[in-house]
């Protein structure tokens, strides 16, 4: 553990080696969540009620995405400059060490200026569940709790799986934004504005609907339009179980298959 | 004795894919390493040479743990180096040239510290082993640089030093003291034959400059295509590709030089002849030159370079005679 914490604190003293360029991240994470937020109010303009929730209904969705997204991907996003380090052959240096590979990928890197956002992002959710009228209970309390770690868990998942695909596909470029940007904007939403096989694929083929939606609705006391039970909701964050089985089993395959460069 | 590195039947395969017409690509398994079997001893310094593309680099990542092998079997230092990579990387020591221990942003000092917890390395052995590595690789005047900042040999020897400050009982080095200049490189190889002098640590490097071999390794290691072609010493690779020390002899006055039995005459100008010794020693053919007005002598060693151009190009040596 000791040497895990040896590799944050160097990652902390390389990042802050350059002052400025760190405020002005710093600073500038936040934007790309409060236009999210925005982005629900402007919704509200044109219609009172969306997929069912008014407006402080929905922003406790939009919350708890929020939450969970900024989170994750603090702690694991920058896992998908692992196409970086196979690219350049780099992910040798990492693989000479007497540390786990993957703990290594993320804590080398570990964004510490999106912890703005993330702190950001638990405030929203904060607020949204003060703004709206939860009648509390101490299952929902644990639920509100629990919800967004599942959800922390499931999106880092998400970013080494996606991540993960480097190692068959070198140039992978933009591929996995799809899913993780758009499971961030997917999860931002009620699924019930969604319709077809695109929100049946998203929602319960990959699992993005018990990030935050299904939680919310047990949290609101709302039944779920779809026709879903109730007791869904309440269960909904154990999806980060399989998500994180899929994603171990995905990277450790991938390490196999590590191929290097030439030097 | 005891054997640190073995490896049988070693083979790496890669595919790679072939441009065959304007869009249609064509896989081909290529076996970078095709069949190597290793045995190298503790304490041992060995060199691991060939031509680029050879499976130089590929056979020292399989045994460090970094490329899973396609067939064979590996042990370093009684571990699977892929399944056991994190208990095989506190024992081993491992210079990429190319690819860097070291924190980027930070000064040297700091990587060395960050280094020792997460090798968790006791203190006071590794202010020892700091200490040993400052003085032999005069690391004092750049210590609190950043290490981006640093010259590639003072990166090098930062490197050497990252690598070692563990007590790693086996060291692989891949091409140690490429770009160095000429003090570096004196400073890298002094340090490394201190360090194999010492007999405790296992010394594997892979390099183009042959300087490197004839200064630290007794036994060579040449693959070619995959396939060690030679595995012994360096004299021993003279002798099987039939490379000859050559006697250069310049006289005073012109006379006809004598042929010698077991030495190949080659006549330079009236005043300078070269016998190639293929069978005679030096001593049995002075004796025979000894009428000669003679002004000097020297005896010329075979070129390693030479002969290992000689395999490299493919060119068919004579076996050994």
Known sequence: ?263 | MMTVIAAHGLRKEFTVRVKVGWLRRDRRTVAAVDGVDLAIERGEMVGYIGPNGAGKSTTLKMLTGVLTPTAGQISVCGFSPVRQRTRLARRIGVVFGQRSQLWWDLPLRESFDLLRHIYRVPPAEHAVRLRRCRSLLDLDEFLDTPVRQLSLGQRMRGELTAALLHGPEVLFLDEPTIGLDVVSKQAVRGFLAELGATGDVTLMLTTHDLADIEKLCRRLLVIDHGRVVHDGTIEALHARYGSRRRVVVELESPEAPPEVPGATLTVVSPLRFEYDLTGATAGELLVRLAGLPIRDVSIVEPDIEDVVARLYTGVPVTDAP
């Open chain 1, 1 to 263: 553990m000791r040497a895990y914490w040896a590799l944050l604190r160097g990652q902390a003293r390389s990042q802050t080696s350059y002052r400025l360029s760190f405020a002005i991240d710093f600073v500038s994470n936040v934007w790309a969540t409060v236009l999210d937020v925005f982005t629900v109010f402007v919704l509200f303009g044109v219609t009172r009620s969306l997929g069912g929730l008014d407006l402080r209904e929905a922003l406790v969705v939009t919350g708890m995405s929020a939450c969970a997204f900024a989170t994750g991907d603090m702690l694991v996003g920058n896992i998908e400059r692992i196409t970086l380090y196979v690219r350049t052959g780099r992910f040798d240096a990492v693989l000479v060490r007497p540390l786990r590979a993957l703990p290594q990928l993320v804590l080398l890197d570990l964004p510490l200026h999106k912890l703005s956002r993330a702190a950001f992002g638990t405030t929203v959710y904060l607020v949204a569940l003060g703004a709206a009228d939860v009648a509390w209970t101490p299952s929902r309390v644990l639920l509100a709790v629990v919800a967004p770690v599942g959800g922390v868990v499931f999106f880092g998942a998400v970013f080494v799986i996606t991540a993960s695909v480097a190692f068959w596909w070198t140039e992978s470029g933009e591929f996995g934004n799809a899913f993780t940007y758009g499971g961030r904007d997917f999860t931002s939403y009620p699924i019930s504005v969604y319709s077809g096989w695109f929100r049946n694929a998203f929602a319960y083929g990959l699992g993005f609907a018990f990030v935050s939606y299904y939680p919310a609705l047990a949290l609101l006391g709302k039944p779920d339009p779809i026709g879903l039970p109730g007791w869904v909701g309440w269960l909904a964050p154990l999806v980060a179980l399989p998500a994180t089985a899929a994603a171990a089993l995905i990277w450790r395959a991938g390490l196999r298959r590590y191929t290097s460069t030439g030097s």
